[in-house]
């Protein structure tokens, strides 16, 4: 069950990996690609550059990616100290969060819903490392 709990952290992490990958071809009929840093309230409200608005998140996604990688790693024992999950795990919600939030799309409500249930499991005290192997 740890690995498998260490595989879903890896997993959400890499998902924000979409945000620097070339959206796929547009398909006559197909949706919206959601990982998008133009599309940003924050920039059409603050009349912010457009490459502002992408180093911005770039850093932030990047910095989700890091750091929830690096949870999942201290999750499943391996190369990361496990007593730093709980810190891991809040620096890599926050950016997530932060990701999420200055550039949403409606389809990433889940991964907002992922966020806050991780936060609220770190808030009260839950670790993994009592899950089975």
């Keep these: 069950m740890k690995l498998l709990f260490a595989a879903f952290l890896a997993a959400h992490a890499l998902i924000h990996a979409s945000y620097v ?30 490459s502002v608005a992408r180093v911005l998140g770039i850093s932030l996604a990047g910095g989700s ?12 024992g391996w190369i990361v100290p496990s007593e730093t999950w709980p810190a891991l795990v809040v620096a890599g919600i926050v950016c997530s969060l932060l990701t999420l939030g200055l550039f949403f799309h409606p389809w990433l409500l889940l991964g907002i819903a992922i966020d806050l249930v991780l936060l609220w499991a770190v808030v009260s005290g839950w670790r993994p490392f009592a899950l089975g192997t």
């Excluded at 197909?30 to 550059?49: C, I």
């Design 21 to 50: 990958t070339p959206a796929p071809p547009r398909t006559a009929g197909g949706p919206e690609w959601p990982f998008e840093f133009t599309r940003s309230w924050l920039v059409t409200a603050l009349q912010m550059d457009p």
């Design 65 to 76: 990616v890091i750091l929830l990688v690096a949870a999942a790693l201290a999750t499943a």
